[in-house]
């Protein structure tokens, strides 16, 4: 079994391009990724640095099972691109997982913003299989939930 499981979720905002990277990108996930299943929600955001729109900036998110992981900027390309990983995961994730990586594109469609949302998670040895069922059934979904709330937010500013 690979060692990596993604999963995609797209929506269309309609919003500008640049409106969408303003609204979107910056957001903080308290509100936005509530818990489902067995995935916790985020439940606060500690020791940010940065307006969280450069390389290298990063955060702690405290997870709503007493856990956290750490994320932090790896690539911005104003306004199509945005990608963070993510490492430092206790409780489950941190038996699990290795990292992750979420990436963020955004075109232009019509008068509205695409949104393509990419996450991968890289599972540690012999955890593969365990990554890829719980990246299929749950994070596949999840995201799929997520991603209509933040298109919500930024079409309130349009």
Do not use: C
């Not at 990983?85 to 008068?111: C, H, I, M, P, Y």
Request: a neutral charge; glycine letters at 10%; aromatic letters at 10%.
């Amino acid at each position: 079994m690979p060692r990596t499981s993604s999963a995609v979720a797209e929506e269309v905002a309609q919003a500008p391009l640049e409106m969408t990277w303003n609204i979107a990108t910056p957001m903080t996930p308290v509100g936005f990724y509530p818990k489902f299943g067995p995935l916790p929600a985020v439940v606060g955001v500690e020791g940010q640095t940065g307006g969280w729109d450069a390389p290298g900036q990063h955060r702690t998110l405290h997870l709503s099972d007493g856990g956290t992981v750490r994320e932090e900027i790896v690539s911005v390309d104003r306004p199509a691109v945005f990608v963070y990983e993510l490492t430092q995961f206790s409780n489950l994730f941190a038996k699990l997982v290795a990292g992750a990586r979420a990436e963020w594109r955004f075109s232009a469609q019509g008068g509205g913003t695409r949104i393509h949302w990419t996450y991968t998670f890289t599972a540690l040895p012999g955890r593969g299989v365990i990554v890829a069922v719980i990246v299929k059934l749950f994070w596949a979904p999840y995201m799929k939930k997520v991603l209509p709330g933040i298109v919500t937010e930024v079409e309130k500013h349009a």
